[in-house]
């Protein structure tokens, strides 16, 4: 991890390379956290690649319901040589879920980018085949949102299964 | 045998079998001689009326046809390789040493729907697995069989949620078993009353319940682009339970 000042400056370069690339940075418990402005991600990905952090650990998805802007996309980046880690947090809205995709950076970015399309509704753009990874294609709803219902079917016993399905006529 | 040993003496008794039979009174059941001379004459067909008869009915056991082949698909129940989850573990042990379904004449396991008899759901069904279990099942030959094992592939369990799809709900089941997961002894129960109902029942159970015979997925020659997919989940309809 860089340590707190090592973040600061890293967000500072990032601040002169675009001063609305960074919304702001969070040193918890040894963690470095950039918070990105959502439209600019890309390029703070790319900065960041180009730094050092050149691998990409892992990419997901947050809700943070009731908090806004709900949907979090997480980036999880590891610089190999040096050892160090990196979080890049960007944090849209439900209404306009869009955000740029990160497989052109990283190739490994195109399934967890589908599964965060699939749970969580973010959507990407660039990404060359968004579409469900784990749910049928045809599902309707973004079932890992906090405000999906667990669902889940009523189960069928003896007492109940002439209301049931099939017996409908 | 030295002089003065221990003497052993057989005596020659009818098998009980054959003293219980109901004509033992004309023909000597004891005597297996004249039991041999009675079959050469029954052959010759020197036997008539009442002879004949008493020959009939001391060998001949008759039964229905449909009877007998029951009894046949009860005691040679080939089931499919097939696993779904954790379940399939504890399916796994019914064929090995300690449970052995050989006993029975399960032992078969066929890796192919087409010579199977008996679909073993062992584990929670997603719904994206939902219409590829169906298909497995309906590429079984009739007659055939489907056991529903453990909590989640019957009500789903700990895992009842958006993901998931009982069995009953895009098949027939015939034998529910419930555990988490059933212990293999409870799965040779399940297969062992799966086998009396063979064997003793024309109730389909569910699948007559449901009216559930003859809804075998078929796709015509002009079915539209992924209609072939069941899609157990009515859209917008995820309320739950």
Partial sequence: MPDATGLELTAQALREANADSVLGTVFFRGRAVIIANP??????????????????????????????????????????????????????????????????????????????????????????????????????????????????????????????????? | MAPGGVRV??????????????????IDASDFRSRGLAARDMLRGDLDDEALEQYVSERVLTTTLERVVAWGQGNSIYPLTFGLACCAIEMMTIVAARADIARFGYEVLRASPRQADLIILSGRVSIKMAPVVRRLYDQMLEPKWAISMGACCSSMGVFNNYALVPADKFM??????????????????????????????????????????????????????????????EGGDTAGA
């Fill in chain 1, 39 to 169: 439209p600019h991600v890309h390029e703070v990905l790319e900065h960041l690649k180009a730094q050092g952090y050149s691998f990409l650990a892992s990419l997901h998805g947050v809700d943070y319901y009731p908090e806004e802007p709900r949907l979090g996309v997480l980036y999880e980046l590891l610089d190999m040589k040096q050892v160090d880690r990196i979080t890049v947090k960007a944090r849209v809205h439900t209404d306009a879920p869009q955000i740029a995709s990160a497989v052109d950076l990283w190739p490994g970015a195109d399934h967890p980018e589908r599964e965060v399309y699939d749970m969580f509704g973010v959507e990407f753009e660039g990404h060359p085949d968004l579409r469900r990874i784990l749910m049928p294609e045809d599902y309707e709803g973004f079932p890992q949102r906090r405000d999906f219902p667990v669902g889940g079917e009523p189960v069928l016993f003896t007492y109940n299964e002439e209301k049931s399905y099939g017996k409908a006529q």
């Fill in chain 2, 9 to 26: 003496e057989i005596k020659r008794e009818p098998l009980d079998i054959l003293k219980a039979g109901p004509g033992a009174g004309e």
């Fill in chain 2, 172 to 233: 027939p089941i015939d034998v529910h078993v419930p555990g988490c997961p059933p212990r293999p002894e409870a799965l040779m129960h399940g297969i062992l009353r799966l086998r009396k109902k063979i064997q003793e029942g024309p109730d389909l159970g569910w699948r007559q319940r449901y009216g559930a015979i003859g809804t075998e997925e078929v796709i015509g020659p002009d079915a539209a682009e992924g209609s072939s997919a069941i899609n157990v989940f």
